[in-house]
Nanobody, 123 residues
Framework: QVQLVESGGGLVQAGVSLRLSCAAS????????MAWFRQAPGKEREYVAC????????DYADSVKGRFTISRDNAENMVYLQMNSLKPEDTAVYYC????????????????WGQGTRVTVST
């Protein structure tokens, strides 16, 4: 059974950093591109970032580019989202997702999802 479990969310003040983690039970984790999405209250889920199977290629939404960094550790079946200079508009539930082989920006392309971790950024 595939499981993605996010952690690291919380309530923080604007300007600080936070690192989210996602532990994946995928047997062949290194064959899966990984991504982070988020859903703010009252809004649709939106793309945040993705990373290729070996980690050599990353992509970011314009809203987080330069502030967030996605990374992965294939030996530990982990994916991370380092979030710096957090803003109140980053408040959302953050989800990690897995897609076989190729990364994508579209949520419907991802087969596996975690339950999410909540990030709240106060002013």
């Amino acid at each position: 059974q595939v499981q993605l479990v996010e952690s690291g969310g919380g309530l923080v003040q604007a300007g600080v950093s936070l690192r989210l983690s996602c532990a994946a039970s995928l047997r062949t984790f290194s064959n899966y591109a990984m991504a982070w999405f988020r859903q703010a209250p009252g809004k649709e889920r939106e793309y945040v970032a993705c990373i290729s199977i070996k980690g050599g290629t990353t992509d970011y939404a314009d809203s987080v580019k330069g502030r967030f960094t996605i990374s992965r550790d294939n030996a530990e079946n982990m994916v991370y989202l380092q979030m710096n200079s957090l803003k109140p508009e980053d408040t959302a539930v953050y989800y990690c997702a897995a897609r076989y082989l190729r990364p994508a920006r579209e949520s419907e392309q991802y087969s596996y999802w975690g339950q999410g971790t909540r990030v709240t950024v106060s002013t």
